[in-house]
């Protein structure tokens, strides 16, 4: 074969890798505590507990003794495709494998000096993944894939006065990625696409650090405000690509495409992710036995323009993949009534906006604009324990590629999640 053809194989094989790690807003979380998310996530204001680490660590400051809340959050999710044309053309339909995630939370708080707090927060702020059937059509797009980040949170918090208090903290992410997809070369004989092989990409744990900021002020009657600001984290991936080489059925196809592919070896690679900064606002009052909250939180997507995928010594299997995300808006409401000394039941809604262009919706992590509903319970177990539940479903928009997706797979996507969350607290 010509040079020319082989170097059409492996341009052909390069796009098909590229898209692999373009995630969408979707992998963004805030299920870090269930009393706070049983509230809608509208709780930057409110800021009363050990999660405050993460809502607004200057709400620390306004605290007494010592507490520490640890829980996880159980995320089940439905995910359905319907094809356009031209591909993979009107009447196909697919469905996600099923899966469950669960991000953990862990939150702890104590006195360092007079009107001076610590925190320290352990939270998964970015995850979850996608998981198509082996037959799905947009298997060259991807297969599989997992995101799973942890950040870790120092904070510390002073009070000013008895109205105002300051934060600041670090935020240290550690992030690690696995994806699977198949490799799809056009095959000369046949002038059709076929499947020759698999790549597997994945590294062990990357990391990088930000910071953030909280602001809480109490004006009286119950009324309070409070505003954060967590930063960019860009996370350099030293990531691995190996490749496993599929027959055909046709040796000699077989032959020209196992020299132009790198199978049964470990490719070194590099990519980036630049995890967006996010701005919170919240406002609250509170009552002696309601509390009444409201958040908009503004991330900051824009920072994740393009999508660099390089594998060391295959430059034509390298690209820059254009991502285009724009800033987005989350809007929150919550409620709690305090029943008694031991019960508290919780209300919230949201209604979270897609940073995600139409042009980069694809299979890996297909994203919509989506509306919230939360109810929660709290109950104290002692003086010193306590329980919290949460659920939360969401409600995604349809989502269609509207024939304009660059991989030339078009169609329509529809999900729903369900999260529940569970938190128990320790006072010491």
């Known amino acids: 074969m010509t040079n020319t053809t082989n170097r059409r194989w492996l341009v052909a094989v390069g796009l098909l890798l590229a898209p692999t790690l373009a995630f969408g807003a979707g992998f963004a979380l805030f299920e870090h505590g269930a009393r706070g998310v049983a509230m809608g996530g509208a709780f930057t204001g409110v800021a009363d507990d050990a999660t405050a680490g993460y809502y607004n660590p200057a709400g620390l400051a306004f605290q007494d003794g010592s507490e520490a809340i ?131 990409m994945y590294n062990e744990w990357d990391g990088d650090w930000g910071y953030n900021a909280g602001l809480l002020v109490k004006f009286g009657g119950g009324l309070s405000a409070g505003v954060t600001y967590r930063s960019r984290v860009k996370v350099v991936f030293d990531a691995e690509a190996s490749f496993v080489q599929f027959p055909t059925g046709n040796s000699d196809f077989d032959q020209v495409v196992a020299t132009l592919i790198p199978f049964d070896r470990n490719v070194p690679g590099e990519t980036e992710i630049n995890f967006p900064a996010e701005i919170r606002y919240g406002f609250a009052w509170q009552g002696e036995k309601l509390t009444l909250s409201a958040d908009v939180v503004k991330q900051g997507w824009d920072s994740f323009q393009e999508l660099p995928i ?22 929150r409401v919550g409620a709690e009534y305090k029943a008694s000394p031991a019960w508290a039941f919780q209300l919230g809604w949201l209604r979270d906006q897609t940073p995600v262009p139409v042009q980069t919706v694809t299979p890996m992590l297909p994203d919509s604009s989506r509306d919230g509903v939360s109810i929660g319970v709290s109950y104290k177990l002692s003086d010193k324990m306590s329980v919290d539940v ?27 999640a369900e999260l529940l969350g569970v938190s128990m607290g320790y006072r010491f």
Do not use: C
Not at 390 to 413: A, C, I, Q, W
């Open 310 to 331: 390089i594998l060391e010594g295959y430059p034509l299997l390298s690209s820059v993949r254009p991502e285009h995300y724009e800033d987005s808006f989350t809007y």
């Open 70 to 200: 640890a829980g996880a959050y159980f995320i089940g999710f439905d995910s359905k495709f319907t094809g356009d044309n031209p591909f993979p053309g009107q009447g196909y339909r697919s469905k996600q494998e099923d899966q469950i995630f669960y991000p953990p939370h862990a939150h702890v708080t104590g006195g360092l000096a007079k009107n001076i707090r610590w925190g320290f927060s352990m939270t998964a702020p970015f995850g979850l993944g996608t998981w198509w059937p082996d037959d799905f059509a947009g298997k060259y797009i991807s297969k599989r894939i997992d995101l799973k980040v942890f950040n870790f949170n120092p904070n510390l918090a002073i009070k000013l006065s008895n109205h105002i208090a300051l934060g600041v903290g670090l935020d240290y992410y550690m992030a690690q990625v696995d994806l699977t997809k198949s490799v799809g070369v056009v095959n000369p004989y046949t002038q059709q696409v076929a499947e020759v092989g698999q790549v597997h």
């Open 390 to 416: 949460g659920f939360l479903h969401l409600m995604f928009d349809e989502r269609s590629t509207k024939g304009v997706n660059p991989d030339g797979f078009n169609g329509t996507y529809k999900q729903t």
